[in-house]
């Protein structure tokens, strides 16, 4: 009982959320292929529409591929972590998430092991996709590689986080079309991913100021930022923050002497 | 029907003691203070229309939210008190299927053992058992998604078995299921109470699924309007059979009365 309890719980889950995970490879092939497009395609056609200039991390020029690197991997995140916390709302109403809010153990635990388990995967798509990216040209500093898992590991978490206060509040995104038209395509396009943020204040004040207050644009610069062995304080504490604030509100949506639950029941099982 | 606190005839404790409980769904009352208990060895089905207020009630004892008032103890232990620990000796099959299909047999047990912090060795062991005794173990490597209904809940039934539980609570557990695999199923629950001693709790409003010795919890519109056994209920409502005995006390406004 007790602390191992703890451990083989979230082994448990951890290890169910693999096997899932490896059950659907199509899910795999596109959390790749759509980076990829981008890497590919779209950085292929701004390279020569887009100049940028030497801006900190950066000390040297870089093409436009290595600068939306982050980005995408940013998006990775995004979308594994709102697909992770839509499972959960399916999960919910096929019942798989009464069984894990019935384990006799603390909500918040059950729920951070849940989130973690999506973090870990949306890390091998992150690494899958680095390397695909490497044997297509895009060579980061080596180290990078390794000394960016923790930025990685925590940028997983606020999405993750996010997705489940979205999913666990906003009725009308439970499907993957309003995830995408309301979170995942405002969330990426104004953010530093594409450009910088410089870049986009020459074109327009407002959306700079929206790009700036857009907790997606300090993921992208926490991960790039990490990449050079550089620390970006101001992203790190906007990330970790975030982190905790969303945190907070997923574990109060679903504690259960509140109502987001219960008006969530009557829904489909009302006997 | 003040006797919420009392004993069974045999003197055993209850495993599930219900008391006073009401919840309403903003300004629709679901339950309306709603007392029972469930004792050791015994099922007592929860028997109520469609819509009485049977799934609210497990989503309470569950802890899938809290009542606002009354209280419910699981072994002599309420949410209140014990928070997440009073749900250890609760075993759940919920009216919806809760395994994941992709998984095998083995791995969706495995996942719960682990949720419930039991040793791998134990876990295999305890998989074993629960899955011979209802027939299953010869599908242990299969996929769910290749299984039929009837074997998929004896699937949830062994796992939710695992963690050898004192009250075990069955939610409409035989739904679209054919005769002779409920049949199976509701015999196998019965014997399973009396030799492990457990408490059953099963929500249900099919009469053939209740055994005479059988303890009844009647309810209608989220109120109890009959508690006790078999033979009681059908005296105190002058009638001979189960079924006249449940339209008498639901005012025949039930739409599905299966005898």
Redesign the interface.
Known sequence: ?SL???V??F???V??EL??FL??RERFFAALVRPLIWLIIFAAGFRAALGISIIPPYETYITYDVYITPGLLAMIQLFQGMQSSLSMVYDR????M??????????WFLLLARLFAGVLVSLFQVYTFLLVAYLCGVELPVWGYLIALPALILTGMMFGALGMVLSSTIKQLENFAGIMNFVIFPMFFASSALYPLWKMREGSWILYEICFYNPFTWAVELIRFSFYQKMNWEALAVVAGCTLVFLALSVWAYD???GI??RK??G???? | MQDTAAKSRDGSEPVLSVEDVSYWYGAKRALDDVSFDVYPGRVTALLGPNGAGKTTLFSLITRLFDAPSGRIEIVGRSALDWGFKALEPLGVVFQQPTLDLDLTVRQNLRYFAALRGLPRAEADERMGRALTSLDMKERIGEKVRSLNGGHRRRVEIARALLHSPKLLLLDEPTIGLDDPTREAIVRHIHELARTDDIGVLWATHLFDEIEPRDDLVVISKGRVVARGDVETIEKETGTDNLGEAFKRLTGDKVEEVAV
């Open positions: 009982m191992i309890h703890y083989r719980a082994y448990g889950i290890w169910r096997l899932r059950q659907q109403e096929m019942g798989s009464r069984v894990l809010l019935t384990t006799p153990l603390p909500r259960p002497s509140r639950q219960q029941a009557m489909p099982a009302g006997g």
